[in-house]
């Protein structure tokens, strides 16, 4: 399976990427929902969290620490920051590769929409 996000994970699609490495990349969205809206995607196409194995749990585990390194990069750690999981069709999600939205520049509220 290959989806939108694989082709920007590999390079075939561009993106403005702000970080990689071996499993994991980092774009900004680009249809931002705030001053900060980056998406922390595994290169591995995994539908969405509720598919994830077991065995993947520290690949998680990573992709909420690169969306933190990534908050403290940004200047919007101290501020506060929304990390941002969106999980079927309730929770509005349009890309079927998990992603971890990555949010911050601004107050926002709660609860979410
Ligand atoms: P979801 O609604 O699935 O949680 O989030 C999907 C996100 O992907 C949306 O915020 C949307 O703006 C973003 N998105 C969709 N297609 C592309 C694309 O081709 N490039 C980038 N950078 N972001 C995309
Ligand atoms: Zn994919």
Redesign the pocket.
């Given at each position: 399976m290959r989806c939108?996000?694989c082709s920007?994970a590999s390079g075939e699609?561009a993106?403005?990427k702000l970080y990689e490495d071996a499993e994991i990349v980092a774009?900004?969205?680009?249809?931002?929902?705030a001053p900060i809206?980056v998406?922390v995607v595994p290169k591995q196409h995994i539908p969405a969290l509720s598919d994830v194995p077991p065995e993947d749990s520290a690949l998680l585990g990573r992709l909420l620490l690169v969306a933190d390194q990534l908050a403290h990069r940004l200047l919007i750690a101290e501020s506060g920051y929304r990390v941002?999981?969106?999980t079927g069709v309730h929770?509005?999600?349009?890309?079927?590769h998990l992603?971890v939205?990555l949010l911050g520049g601004r107050a926002m509220q709660w609860p979410p929409g």
């Open positions: 939108i996000f920007i699609i993106s403005k774009f900004e969205d680009v249809n931002p929902q809206h998406l941002v999981i969106n929770a509005g999600q349009t890309v079927g992603h939205h």
